[in-house]
């Protein structure tokens, strides 16, 4: 999946220490991009989050995106901001951002057509989905471990974790890509999803940072 950039999906703050008054962990809320280029991706996210999806659009043109989400995703935000244009240039475009709070856990949608508003929807237009999948903060995996180079399928990176547990990521960032390297980390289980690698339990990192010292 994808969630590889900061501008695209991958904004990755660190997560807070676990709640002193009880056993459950708490996180601070991240904000996330996603573009075109995330299109049909499903993401994981954590109650709190914000999202922010950013398409291209030119009202000179008469088309628009019109963008709907689930119930448990709050709208905070509409913004359209046009590009930088020469004097007496006409039909710039710009980008449509659309700014949701994740508001319930669970499976939620956000979908959109590109079109023009008088017309009726024929199949043909622009589309673009996203499944978000909000979990739960006590199905989140927070650890440390060592980053491991394995030279099986073409070679990967994994993280062995001080827990007994292999960890398979699906984004970890090239500065991480280093054997040998101590890591405290956070992810989502990516439960729903096939490893080629067959090597480990996949996630999606949430937060990562190196260990002081490694």
């Keep these: 999946m994808d969630n590889g950039t900061e501008d695209e999906g991958a904004n990755i703050p660190e997560g807070s220490d676990a709640s002193a008054d009880n056993n459950t962990p708490s996180f601070e809320p991240m904000t996330s991009v996603y573009t075109e280029d995330n299109n049909t991706s499903p993401i994981r996210a954590l109650k709190g989050d914000i999202l922010v999806i950013s398409l291209r659009e030119n009202p000179t043109t008469g088309y628009s995106w019109k963008v709907s989400a689930s119930p448990g995703l709050s709208p905070v935000d509409d913004e359209y901001v046009q590009d930088p244009a020469a004097e007496g240039v006409v039909g710039a475009g710009g980008v ?58 073409g070679g990967f990176y994994g ?23 101590e890591v405290e980390f956070t992810a989502y289980p990516a439960e729903d999803m096939a490893s080629f690698h067959m090597w480990g339990q996949l996630v999606e990192i949430r937060s990562i940072e190196a260990v002081s010292g490694s």
Excluded: C, Q
């Design 96 to 153: 449509h951002n659309w700014t949701f709070e994740v508001a319930e856990e669970g499976i939620h949608n956000i979908s959109a057509v590109y079109k023009r508003p008088w017309e009726d929807i024929k199949g043909s237009e622009e589309t673009f989905e996203l499944t978000v999948n909000a979990v739960t903060p006590e199905a989140m995996i927070r650890t440390t471990g060592t980053v491991v180079y394995m030279d099986l399928e």
């Design 159 to 181: 993280i062995a974790g001080d827990d007994d547990v292999n960890y398979d990521p699906l984004n970890l960032g090239e500065e991480f890509r280093e054997d040998g390297l």
